[in-house]
């Protein structure tokens, strides 16, 4: 129940290309949405972005979804990092769910428990332990409740983040998780976390190492794996070396760096390079 063009990418393993949205607004979103016909899917960042998960994911999700079928698949990325065993991370993927999104993601996730409990959360039973009733998600999707409910458990895209010394260790009973549909690597604080410096542009070169290790274990698995980048020319490399997902740009760093060209041209200048940083 994704949109058709991220089911499309995924089935037929060709690279899916994201976008990320730090900003709030509901048209925001939705110009973000429609900026390309070669964009899959955008993430919603309610972790480090300043959108917040009501009523902010709530408009954003039905802004992007007037757009219609060809309309990039939302993903939520909820604020809380660990998610616990004991399912206290599942109201805040309740309520990204309940407003329609298409996939979920959930940051610092660093044991098979954390992960499985993600997944419980995002599935109906018997699958999990999601509670139904929402009066919202079914318009959105275009659907009837019935077919809602029949529907979302395969429909809905579980992602965690890997990007913990914790997660590196336990990276194989992450990916065997039954029910977890793949990871999305976050190159900043795994560099971090292993006591390296943040890409500039590019990982240090035993972070790359853990990131093809990532990709390769995901794989082998069946999980599909994803990647944040910041550019363009980052986000071609990564779908050469195999990536499923690729975010390509943040809504932040894409206004910035436009505004920063076209103004240093105008002055006949060169704009300075993009800084470390989403």
Not at 46 to 53: K, R, T, W
Not at 124 to 130: E, Q, S, V, Y
Request: charge should be negative; aromatic fraction near 6%.
């Amino acid at each position: 129940m994704a949109s058709a063009s991220l089911v499309q990418a995924l089935r037929a393993s060709k690279p899916a290309f994201g976008a990320w949205i730090t900003m709030p607004g509901a048209l925001h979103a939705r110009t973000v949405a429609a900026s390309s016909p070669h964009l899959s899917w955008i993430t919603l960042d309610c972790e480090h972005g300043m959108i917040s998960l009501l009523p902010g994911v709530s408009e954003a999700i039905q802004a992007v979804s007037s757009l219609g079928s060809s309309a990039p698949s939302a993903i939520v990325r909820v604020p809380a990092t660990g998610a616990c065993a004991d399912t206290s991370t599942s109201w805040q993927i309740k309520q990204a769910l309940d407003a329609g999104a298409r996939g979920i993601m959930v940051p610092m996730v660093s044991t098979s428990a954390q992960a499985q409990a993600v997944v419980a959360a995002a599935r109906f039973p018997p699958k999990g332990i999601r509670g139904f009733g929402s009066p919202f998600t079914d318009s959105v999707w275009g659907i009837t409740p019935s077919e809602y409910l029949a529907t979302a458990n395969d429909g809905i895209l579980v992602l965690v983040q890997i990007e913990t010394r914790d997660a590196m260790t336990n990276l194989d009973g992450i990916l065997s998780v039954d029910g977890l549909d793949g990871v999305l690597i976050g190159p900043y604080d795994l560099s971090l976390s292993h006591g390296y410096p943040p890409p500039s542009p590019d990982p240090h070169p035993e972070v790359e190492l853990m990131i093809q290790k990532i990709r390769e274990g995901a794989h082998a698995k069946g999980k599909k794996c994803a990647m944040f980048c910041t550019t363009g020319s980052q986000a071609a490399k990564r779908a050469e070396q195999g990536f499923d997902m690729i975010n390509v740009i943040s809504d932040a760093s894409a206004l910035t760096q436009g505004l920063a060209q076209n103004l240093a041209t105008a002055a006949g200048q060169i704009a300075p390079p993009k800084s470390v940083g989403y």
